[in-house]
């Protein structure tokens, strides 16, 4: 999950279009365990164990929404022109397509058995062999994370990746993602490599990354930030700098056997750049400060004690220097040409390639890194917590920025609606979500408010069966705690927000009436639902059901509605199956013989009531044809992580489904039945998973075969 809020000090949970064509497919195969204990399930239905039928699959691709997520960092090769990478916090590692202006995903290898592997921890390239970089991986270091992170190594410019010996905790989308570089090439001998961990001390390795050994000499830390810059000296063999968050900076001139502390150096360091005449050059918290001859200066420009952040020094003049400070809304950028002694704040305007960008998001708000390029040094990069920008003149009286974000797909999602209508509606973390008007292939006109930032997220979306084009969805702000939902009367394309919600409260799912579009009801963060009548104008208590899933950070589907009865609404939690027949001011338990599974979806089938399909992950796959009275186990189904239902194929009746998990004697991927689970196909690429913690799926009501899977931070991959 991704912790986000706009603030630069949030922890995420939680945003380039990929370069995509309308004819593939998605999938995945993934590791985890399977359960194949079947429960003692009333009405279990005698059918055969499933036959392997394989689909073709051509690959996967992604919706183009642009951007969306923090890109923490930008890497340049030496020794090939147009050899650059990104690290984001969430979404993994990108490399650049000059040819198409676009970025290239490097983690697509990995399963959601290793979506901890898309936390952008740290990335090194090898400074004599362009084919050879390094990336430090993980997500959080804290204790309710089980996972440990760790450092890969690829020897193809990260198309292909191994796996070396070192596990540790690794914060990549934690306080202080936007700092760096914790993991470094010695340019004198590239086999030797430096990492610097948040909790566990520094480590090296002399033998490429083989084997590592933790340097004991380093000064113990005892913060969750440890050492968060790496820098080697390029002029002089065995200086190397490390940066102790709280404690100040060090330095090395025995390749790291002995250190010591360069007194007055500054706390709370954020980046390091070496400048000619062994120049030091540094940002922290209280503004930017320069090292000359066993000196301390303070050069921050207008005096400002306040953070900066990203610096950059022009690689052919030492004295030629960008800092930005660093601002959750608005970064300034400065300009120096002689060393610091005068700065020039940069006026610049932005040519904005992605149309619903708002203002905020042109101003670039948390810039992490600013890189001049070694090969045009006119050009220069930068990210931000929206994507990449680059300048084709640093050194205009108005920089114009342009955004580059082809290929570069972030998302966090939280749900997903295909409409009657065919179009694709998105709720999302910190975009807050996209009636996508413009197709999968194309950026998204707007977000789904009028206003920019009306609601940060959208948690839930539902539209009426007999009027589609009365639809509801629920969501807030979390930077500032407050949330409430929208109706739309034209599916979708615009909103307009509840007239009344009660202060306090977040709502986390919406269910709508299949008859009547002003009655719906919604559940809320560890309190009761509530339901209106009158279109969100007044709140009626709802009875019967248990208080809703705590904070907004859960993906789990446990509320529906019937979707041919519109006073029918069903509920799933604890192995219990909740039903009410008057509306929703009421609800009885109707089934109470299911399994308790944390991880569920609950969905209604098209045109039959009192249908109902129930995935409860590794504890099997269970269907309903009496409103939830009788649940039936799928056989070989041994796990039903996420499930979907779309339109049926041509001379078939009933919804297609479609199950993310796996199948006995099929192994795990993606399936498709066209018989309600008797029969399974395989449609995924056991060569291409979708991993980084899938997290909704949705399949096409108008367009049979098409498959929606939002993410974790990789956006949204479509199939069909």
Not at 86 to 101: E, L, P
Not at 479 to 496: E, F, I, L, P, V
Request: hydrophobic share 35%; net charge positive; charged share 20%.
């Amino acid at each position: 999950m991704r912790f986000l809020n706009l603030l630069p000090s949030r922890q995420s949970k939680i945003f380039g279009i990929a370069f995509i064509a309308l004819l593939a497919t998605l999938f995945l195969q993934f590791s985890f365990n399977s359960n194949k204990t079947v429960p003692n399930i009333s009405q279990q239905v005698n059918v055969r164990l499933p036959r392997y039928q394989q689909y073709p699959s051509l690959g996967k691709k992604n919706v183009a929404i642009g951007g969306g997520g923090y890109v923490t960092g930008i890497y340049f090769h030496p020794k090939e022109r147009n050899l650059i990478y990104i690290k984001t916090d969430v979404g993994g590692f990108y490399r650049w397509d000059a040819a198409n202006s676009s970025w290239i995903p490097l983690n697509e290898q990995f399963t959601l058995a290793q979506s901890n592997y898309y936390g952008g921890e740290a990335l090194a390239l090898d400074p004599k062999d362009p084919n050879i970089v390094y990336i430090a991986v993980g997500k959080y270091t804290a204790n309710w994370w089980q996972h440990q992170g760790t450092i890969f190594k690829s020897d193809d410019k990260g198309n292909t990746w191994t796996k070396l010996n070192l596990d540790l905790k690794m914060g990549g989308n934690e306080d202080q993602r936007w700092t760096g570089e914790r993991l470094a090439v010695n340019p004198f001998d590239t086999q030797n490599l430096f990492f610097g961990s948040r909790q566990d001390g520094l480590w090296k390795s002399n033998n490429g990354g083989k084997t590592w050994v933790e340097v004991t000499s380093f000064p113990p830390l005892k913060d969750d930030i440890g050492i968060n810059a790496i820098t080697f000296d390029k002029r002089k063999p065995g200086t190397i700098y490390a940066l102790a968050h709280k404690k100040g900076i060090y330095k090395s001139i025995d390749t790291g056997k002995t250190w010591e502390y360069l007194p007055g150096s500054p706390t709370e360091v954020n980046r390091i750049a070496l400048g000619e005449q062994n120049v030091l050059y540094v940002t922290h918290s209280q503004g930017v400060s320069k090292y000359a001859k066993g000196t301390w200066k303070d050069i921050t420009p207008r005096g400002n004690k306040i953070p900066f952040n990203a610096i950059a020094i022009n690689p052919r003049n030492g004295n030629d220097v960008l800092v930005a400070t660093f601002s959750n809304l608005s970064t300034e950028i400065f300009h120096s040409f002689n060393g610091g002694s005068k700065w020039i704040e940069q006026k610049r305007q932005a040519n904005n390639t992605v149309s619903w960008w708002s203002k905020y998001m042109k101003s670039n708000p948390s810039i992490a890194a600013i890189e001049f390029s070694p090969w045009n040094t006119n050009r220069v990069w930068l990210t931000d917590w929206y994507g990449i920008w680059r300048t084709e003149n640093i050194n205009r009286n108005r920089v114009v920025w342009t955004n580059y974000q082809q290929g570069h797909e972030e998302v966090v999602t939280f749900t997903l609606v295909s409409t009657p209508s065919g179009a694709l509606i998105s709720g999302l973390a910190d975009v807050e979500g996209f009636y996508h008007d413009r197709g999968l292939t194309a950026y998204p006109s707007k977000m789904l408010s009028s206003k920019p930032h009306e609601f940060q997220d959208t948690y839930s979306i539902a539209y009426c069966e007999k009027n589609p084009l009365k639809m509801v969805r629920v969501g807030g702000n979390r930077h500032n705690n407050t949330y409430s939902g929208a109706t739309s009367n034209d599916g979708g394309k615009t909103w307009k927000q509840f007239p009344s919600f009660p202060k306090n409260h977040i709502a986390t799912r919406v269910a709508i009436s299949a008859t009547n579009p002003n009655l719906f009801l919604v559940t809320l963060s560890g309190s009761q639902p509530l339901r209106t009548t009158n279109g969100g104008a007044s709140w009626l208590p709802v009875s019967g059901l248990p208080d809703g899933f705590n904070g907004t950070w859960n993906w789990t589907q446990p509320f529906v509605a019937d979707k041919v009865d519109g006073d029918r609404f069903y509920y799933y939690a604890h192995g219990k199956v909740y039903r009410s027949t008057n509306g929703g001011e009421s609800f009885q338990v109707v089934s109470t013989s299911l399994p308790d599974a944390d991880w569920h979806s609950l969905k209604t089938t098209s045109g039959v009531k009192g249908e109902l399909w129930l995935s409860l992950d590794k504890k099997g796959l269970y269907h309903s044809i009496d409103g939830g009275e009788n649940f039936s186990r799928i056989p070989g189904v041994n796990r039903a992580y996420l499930i979907a239902l779309g339109k049926p194929k041509i001379g078939k009746k009933g919804n297609t489904l479609y199950l993310y998990g796996e199948i006995a004697n099929l192994g795990k991927g993606i399936f498709r039945s066209l018989n309600n689970g008797k029969i399974w196909q395989r449609i995924s690429d056991k060569n291409k998973p979708i991993g980084n913690d899938p997290n909704v799926m949705e399949a096409s009501s108008t367009e049979y075969g098409l498959v929606f899977i939002g993410t974790n931070g990789r956006g949204i991959y479509y199939g069909k």
